[in-house]
């Protein structure tokens, strides 16, 4: 796995100038990627950005056709997204063991809150057409996101994104002894991620892009991660994260040219539904 540069930077509250333009091109230029992928007209596209977005006007990166030798050296972080999800009930203890025998790293998981203030795994805001916020735990049969932490961590890499903000001590607490290098707790959510800053700042944190909007909001952010969307995730935009010391995860990320072209990329971490696709290409742990 690259080595991650990234570890105990925070970016803080100040903006290196340009930086924000920079991503904005980098966005721009992803859309365009996306959108024209397969074709050679990007280049034309390109030019056709506003003035604000030139830095965007370079060379784009030469499509990766890779072969279909696995790479068994210098690969990525392999996590399973929400465990091992096309194989086993996704963010269940189940798919987070079956992630690992697959072969991966370790896995990402969603954390909401109870009525009650626990911190239960579980996707979406409604659980068996119950509002999770609304009713207490012994309501429910979902796992709690700290025990789950107890359970695996020292073995496994967690990515613990918090989808709604909440009481934090719980999860804090089971990571306190932890090894930094070990997790990331990451968010769509600024403010979720401020407050998990404020309450401890040596906590690896990582920011959740999947649009253009977003990707704006990184370099206010005291994080150490940008985890992208698939489609933003261009030569271009690689560069400028991993030039700003931070590190890149992928996510999600399903069909095996698409690992090994971001492999090549050299991403810092791929989170894939499709755990033993995964692991088979880029051979043992």
């Known amino acids: 796995m690259p080595s991650a540069s990234a570890a105990g930077v925070f970016l803080g509250t100040a903006q290196e100038p340009g930086l924000v333009e920079r991503c904005e091109a980098a966005a721009a230029k992803a859309r365009l990627e996306a959108e024209y992928i397969g074709t050679t007209e990007v280049d034309a596209l390109i030019q056709t950005i506003p003035q604000h977005f030139l830095a965007a006007r370079v060379a784009v990166p030469s499509r990766v056709q890779p072969d279909a030798t696995p790479l068994t050296s210098s690969r990525p972080l392999l996590l399973g997204h929400r465990g091992a999800s096309k194989y ?75 989808k709604a903000s909440g009481r934090l001590d719980l999860i804090l607490n089971a990571l306190r002894a932890a090894d930094r290098k070990k997790f990331v707790i990451s968010s769509f959510l600024p403010d979720v991620l401020q ?37 933003l995730a261009t030569n271009f935009l690689v560069e400028e994260l991993h ?43």
């Open 88 to 162: 086993a009930p996704q963010n269940t203890v189940a798919a987070f063991k079956l992630a690992l025998d697959h072969g991966c790293d370790g896995f990402e998981f969603d954390v909401r809150y109870t009525r009650d203030f626990r911190p239960v795994i579980c996707h979406n805001p409604l659980y068996r057409r119950r509002r999770i916020e609304k009713h207490l735990l012994s309501e429910f049969s979902l796992p709690c996101a700290d025990e789950v932490i107890g359970s695996f961590l020292g073995h496994a890499f967690l990515d613990i994104e918090l």
């Open 195 to 231: 407050a998990v800053h404020a309450s401890d700042n040596d906590i690896p944190l990582g920011i959740i892009c999947e649009n253009a909007r977003q990707l704006r909001r990184w370099p206010s952010m005291p994080i150490r991660s940008v985890i992208l969307e698939r489609k």
């Open 243 to 285: 030039s700003a010391d931070k590190q890149v995860f992928v996510w999600t990320v399903n069909r095996q040219k698409e690992m090994l072209r971001l492999a090549e990329l050299e991403v810092d971490a791929l989170i894939s539904d499709d755990t033993l696709l995964l692991a088979r290409t880029f051979g043992e742990k």
